[in-house]
Each structure stands twice: as structure tokens, then as C-alpha cells.
């Protein structure tokens, strides 16, 4: 069965550009959660959709924006690029009423330099 | 604010020894506690899943004990191996929904043979 897939591995942009991140769940997976990891930060959530909807988002300007498309896969934008947005860039997934509803399954990430 | 704090931040060992990693938490309400490994470039992965009434988990050579008294977790590895090199996430999850998550910046674990 295959994880959760993400694209790019790497990226590499300049201040004021704009990225798409993009995220394939698990199959059968309903949830997509993103997270920025920055160095020496912890993993800090960025937005939730369920079922092709935004469920929450977490403390972030509005120039982090996504979407989840009707195979539940997501992509993350990312707008007006500063460079402290260069950071690692998680995607999760889980199935929100399946029995190990809580347990998320984390991609390799994308790892967002800004120069 | 909740909060995870993890002890210590970095921690060398040798291959074979036994370690034990720090999880304090001040997260309100409590639903449950995760330690995650994360590997160097990879996501992380659940190594255990603990709720307010268990105080040990084991996975492995990795066991996992709560006290949700005094709020805190730590995380043993007994008899370490090179591939136990990497950082050691502890997640506090507040009520029902995985967007209610508070990590900490894990401990970053380096096993030297």
C-alpha cells in the first residue's frame, strides 16, 4: 500500500514568488492536514480539509491557502514568499472515522527554501 | 497556551546502551499523548498512542509511560542500534480532532557504534 506521497522533495524560490505544494493521501485516507516544520521549531499546523472542505486552519496569514480536490489529494499555495516561510512542509493524512481514527500518517515532506 | 517541552534537546549515546527521553505537557483538555520518530528528510511516524487512563505503552524496545497527574511522558529505548538515530516527537492531542495537536520540537537522538 502506498504512503503518503508528496511533490515536490525540494524547492528552491525568491522572496515574493508563489508555490503550489502538492499532497496524495492514503488510499481510502478522507483527511489532509499540512504542517510547517522550520528549523528548530516544532511541527505547526497549517490547515485541515475533510472531504473536499477547509475544516480549520491554524494561526497563519492568509497567503497560506490550499485546497482538496474530489480523489482527496491537496495542494498547499503559498503566496508572496518571505524567507521565513523556508521551512519543511508536511502533509498528513488519516481517515476521521475509521477505527485508528486518531493516528496520522505523515509524507516525506517538501522542503521550501526562500532566498 | 499549551505547550509540549522536551528534554533533553539533543543526546548522544553508544550502540547498546538504554536512554530516556522527557515530555512535559501543559495541554488542556487531554485526550491522548503520541511519540513520533522522525528520521533525517522523512515524516514522522507514531511509535505509540496513549490515553489519560495508561501510564505504559511498549512498542518494541521503545516503551512509552504517562503520568497524567503530574503531566508528563517520557519515552525508553532499551538497547539502542544505529537506526535508532533521530528526532523524537512528543504530540499532545486536545479533544477529538487531529488539528488539535500541540508538538513539541523533539529531542534529537544520535546513536554512535
Known amino acids: 500500500e502506498a504512503g503518503v506521497t508528496q511533490s515536490p522533495t525540494h524547492l528552491i524560490k525568491t522572496r515574493g514568488q508563489q508555490v503550489t505544494l502538492r499532497c496524495s493521501p492514503i488510499s481510502g485516507h478522507t483527511s489532509v492536514y499540512w504542517y510547517q516544520q522550520a528549523l528548530g521549531l516544532g511541527l505547526q499546523f497549517l490547515l485541515w480539509?475533510?472531504?473536499?472542505?477547509?475544516?480549520n486552519r491554524g494561526n497563519f496569514p492568509p497567503r497560506f491557502s490550499g485546497r482538496q480536490f474530489p480523489n482527496y489529494s491537496s495542494e498547499l499555495n503559498v503566496n508572496a514568499l518571505e524567507l521565513e516561510d523556508s521551512a519543511l512542509y508536511l502533509c498528513?493524512?488519516?481517515?476521521?472515522?475509521?477505527?485508528?481514527?486518531?493516528?496520522?500518517?505523515f509524507g516525506a515532506g517538501t522542503r521550501l527554501s526562500v532566498l | 497556551k499549551n505547550q509540549v517541552e522536551q528534554s533533553p534537546q539533543s543526546l548522544i549515546i553508544l550502540e547498546g546502551k538504554n536512554c530516556t527521553l522527557q515530555c512535559n505537557y501543559t495541554v488542556s483538555p487531554f485526550s491522548n499523548l503520541r511519540w513520533y520518530k522522525q528520521d533525517t528528510g522523512r515524516g514522522p511516524v507514531s511509535l505509540t498512542i496513549?490515553?489519560?487512563?495508561?501510564n505504559t505503552k511498549s512498542n518494541g524496545r521503545y516503551t512509552a509511560t504517562l503520568d497524567a497527574d503530574t503531566k508528563q511522558s517520557s519515552l525508553h529505548i532499551t538497547a539502542s542500534q544505529l537506526s535508532d538515530s533521530a528526532s523524537y516527537i512528543c504530540?499532545?492531542?486536545?479533544?477529538?480532532?487531529?488539528?488539535?495537536?500541540?508538538f513539541g520540537k523533539g529531542t534529537h537522538l544520535i546513536i554512535q557504534p
Open positions: 480539509y475533510d472531504e473536499g472542505e477547509e475544516r
Open positions: 504530540v499532545v492531542a486536545s479533544g477529538g480532532g487531529a488539528d488539535g495537536l500541540t
Open positions: 496513549m490515553t489519560f487512563s495508561e
Open positions: 498528513a493524512s488519516n481517515n476521521p472515522r475509521g477505527t485508528v481514527r486518531d493516528i496520522q500518517y
